[in-house]
């Protein structure tokens, strides 16, 4: 049994800093990938630790509430499982379509989600920068 | 103990999932990693997991 745990990492602070800036040096954190890794994610993560064959997918990125109006960035993405039934037990998603490092913003781990071939995950991530 | 995992002073982020099977069949987990998950979110991830579980079973026996 995995823990459910979500971290915007330290790469994911940076990246958010630099999106603030005239001119980015990097993408926006759109791209969703999932793994079978089972450590808990942790807050210094900078890749997913068992990647999937599955290419990362690009999420649908939009401003949603949660406390304040539009505090809330939610990314929304489908992966679908093409290479062998797996257990499914983390998410991330990234800046960057296919680096490995570098470029995480968020991983989070949990409870195995069984696929089969041709099965797919719709991800929505949410990240709510006003905690009240 | 969830929020201090999710880090108290880090933007605080959740995940939602929902699974849609080859046959069309889509099983909603809701959410599955954040904190403050609810009551019926927790019940939705069980039963939806336990489906996916059966499917993965009749997969392996062939059934």
């Known amino acids: ?20 800036l005239d001119s980015p040096n990097g993408n926006e954190p759109k791209w969703i990938d999932m793994g079978t890794g089972t450590t808990p994610a ?11 064959p599955e290419a990362r997918t690009v999420g649908v990125m939009t401003q949603e509430t949660t406390n304040t109006t539009d505090d809330t960035l939610q990314v929304v993405g489908t992966i679908t499982c093409t290479t062998g ?23 989070a781990t949990f409870d195995a989600i069984n696929l089969q071939i041709g099965d797919s995950i719709e991800f929505t991530i949410q990240v709510v920068y006003d905690q009240a | 103990m969830e929020e201090v995992r999710s880090g108290m002073r880090r933007p605080e982020a959740r995940l939602f999932a929902k699974v849609t099977r080859a046959s069309g069949e889509v099983i909603d987990l809701g959410q599955v990693a954040g904190p403050r998950i609810s009551r019926a979110s927790r019940a939705k991830g069980k039963a939806g ?10 997969a392996r026996d062939g059934s």
Not at chain 1, 42 to 52: K, Q, V
Not at chain 1, 99 to 106: K, Q, V, Y
């Open chain 1, 1 to 20: 049994m995995a823990a459910d745990v979500v971290y915007v990492v330290s790469q994911g602070l940076e990246i958010t800093t630099d999106r603030l």
């Open chain 1, 42 to 52: 942790t807050a210094t993560d900078t890749t997913l630790e068992t990647p999937g």
């Open chain 1, 85 to 107: 039934a797996k257990a499914i037990t983390e998410c991330g998603l990234f800046a960057h379509l296919t680096s490995t490092t570098g470029f995480l913003f968020l991983r």
């Open chain 2, 49 to 58: 997991r336990k489906r996916l579980n059966q499917v993965a079973k009749e």
